[in-house]
C-alpha cells in the first residue's frame, strides 16, 4: 500500500478496511484525470474510494465471522459518504455473501460504513439527521444535492437505529393529550391522539383520531404485564379518554389524574363567559368599559402589575359578581397548584362547590357540574402530583415540527423526531455528547 492510499484509509477510519484505488469522475461517470500543476478537478466532479477488505467477512444478521471464501460475488456497490473539502465521496466495493454456520443463513456480508439495504453511510445519515432537527428537510437536500426522498429516509434510518440503541424505559406514568390537525388537510380525522412517558416526557405512540378506539388501539399494543406496571393515567376532562380507561380490565383501578393546566382552562372559559355577558351583551357604555380585558381577568392576581391590579378593580366595581367569581378562581388556582395531600383538596374544593352553586350563575354553574363530574380526578391530583407540564411542553416540540415541515403524514416518522427532539436536550456537555453521537460510535484510529 502506497503512502497516498495509506493517507486516505488513514482519513476513512474504518478499522479492516483500506483504500485500494482512488479516482475522481464527473456526474456522468466519466473518468477525470487532472493535469498535473492545474490543481483540483473542475466543480461538479466526485472522488470515488475503491476500498477492499483486509479481515475475514462477518454475518450482517449475526455479527460471526465467516469463512473468507464467498459464497456468492455480488456486483459493485456504491455508497454516498460525507464530502471530503468541499468534494462529493463515493465509497465503491464489491461486497460478498457469505455462509453463516451460526445463524445458517446467507446474508450479504457487514460493511463497515453502512447499515444492510442502505445506500448512505451511517455518518452521512447522521450528519443528515442532525441538521434535519434544526432546518426543514428540504434545506438539507438542497444543502448537500440531494433529493428529498433521499434525506427523509436517510434520517428516518438514522433515527431509527438511535432509538433501538437506548436502554426501554419502563412505563409508570402515562399522559394522554389531543394535537388539532388544522383545517386544511384531506385527513378523515382532525386530531391525533398523543400518548407520552410521564417520567421522561418522551412520546411513545401516536394514533389518529380522539375517540376511544384510539386509545383502545394503544392498549392493545401493550401486554398484561406492561399495564400492570402503570400507576396513573394523566390526561385532561376529555370524557372518551376517561371511558378508554376504565373499560380495561387491567387499567381500570389506575388512578386517573386532570392535569392543572387542563382545569384553569375550564375554570378561565367560564371567567371568560361571565366577561362577556355583564359587558359586552349589556350595552355600548359597558362594552367600551370591558374591551381589551380579556387576557387581563384570566391572569393571575400576584402576576399582574400595579396598573394591571387597578384596572381589574375598576371593572369589578362595575360588577361585584364577576369580582367574586374572580376571587373563587383564584382560590381554586391556590388549591390545585399547592395543596398538600388529598384531604386539603378535598376541603378547599367543598368550599369551592358551595360558593359556585348558585343555579342563576349559568357559566359558574356550568363549571360546578364540572368540578362535581371530575371530582375524583381532581383529588388524585394531589395524592400522586405527577409531573404534567410535561405534557403541554410535548405540545410545544409538536408545534415546532410542524410548523418547520407543513405538517407529516408518516405518523411513524414524526414519532422518531419527536422522541429525538423531547430526549435530546442540548443543556449540558453530556447532552450535548449524547445529541452529537446520534447512537453512532465514532471510528478508532487505525495505529496508536
Known sequence: MGQRARILTEILGFRGWRVKEAFFEDANGQLIFPLKGMGRPFPGSRLVLRLVRRWAPRCSHCGAICSCSAHENLEVRRWADLSWAGWPVWIEYEAIRVKCKRCGSCPVEMVAWAEPRQRQSKRLQQTLALQAASMPVMHVAALHGLSWSTVRRAEG????????????????EVGIDEKFLGRRHKLEH???TIISNLETGEPIWIG???????????????????KGAIELVALDMHKPYVNAIKADAVLKD??????PFHLMKR?????????????????GQLRAVGRGTRWLVLRAWERCSE???AKLRELFRYNPRLGRAYQVIEEFRELVCQAPDREAMDVGLKRILRRTQERQNVPLRKWHDSLREHREQILALAEHRPPTGRIEALNNNWESLVRRARGYRNYDYL??????MTANPIRNDRGVQRFLALGLTPPKPLAA
Do not use: C, N
Open 208 to 226: 389518529p383520531g380522539r375517540s376511544e378506539s384510539t386509545v383502545e388501539q394503544w392498549l392493545a399494543t401493550l401486554s398484561d404485564e406492561q
Open 254 to 259: 389506575v388512578p386517573i389524574v386532570h392535569d
Open 267 to 283: 375554570a378561565g372559559e367560564a371567567m371568560d363567559e361571565m366577561r362577556r355577558e355583564y359587558f359586552f351583551r349589556a350595552g
Open 415 to 420: 414519532l422518531l423526531k419527536l422522541r429525538f
Open 157 to 172: 434510518a438514522a433515527l431509527a437505529r438511535w432509538d433501538a440503541s437506548r436502554p426501554e424505559v419502563p412505563l409508570h
Open 190 to 192: 382532525k386530531f391525533v
Open 307 to 309: 396598573e394591571q391590579q
